[in-house]
């Protein structure tokens, strides 16, 4: 069976509802995951936007959630999960506008790609204290078992 990350509010490379944005009430998107591979002992969540700030001419690749040290038993997130309701032993890791939490889509200019990237480790990471996405990727380098990847697109209409 294939890891897949999936969501009913979005499907793959459509666009993400305003709701989940800043346009609505900016809060996260419901996500769930079929069962991660034998041996996995945490999971990895990172959204991201290569586009930033605009598509036409990226220069870098914004932040709007980490999440690491999801039990692999977990299955799914729900909509506008709260910090103290996220699974048992999940960490978070810090945005770009340097806060834990989710961060929606805020494009300042054109249509752009929001990649939720899901990566089941076999182990389970320290406590690095609200890492960034950098030094969360290199904790994670040599641990990965598998990854799965959901694209959504969002441009807002002003």
């Not at 340097?98 to 480790?121: D, E, M, S, V, W």
């Not at 960034?132 to 799965?148: D, P, R, S, Y």
């Amino acid at each position: 069976m294939t890891f897949r990350l999936s969501s009913t509010a979005f499907a793959p490379n459509e666009m993400i509802p305003a709701l989940y944005t800043c346009d609505g009430r900016n809060i996260s998107p419901p996500l769930s995951w079929t069962k991660p591979p034998v041996g996995t002992r945490s999971l990895v969540l990172i959204v991201d936007d290569p586009d930033a700030p605009d598509p036409a001419a990226p220069k870098v690749t914004w932040v709007h959630w980490l999440l690491y040290n999801l039990p692999p038993t977990a299955g799914s997130l729900p909509e506008g999960v709260a910090d103290g309701n996220l699974p048992p032993g999940t960490l978070q890791g810090l945005n770009d506008w340097q806060r834990t939490g989710y961060g929606g889509p805020c494009p300042p200019i054109g249509n752009h790609r929001y990649f939720h990237k899901l990566y089941a480790l076999d182990k389970v990471l320290v406590d690095l204290r609200h890492p960034i996405k950098l030094m969360l990727e290199q904790t994670m380098k040599g641990h990965i078992l598998a990854q799965t990847d959901l694209i959504g697109r969002y441009q807002r209409h002003r």
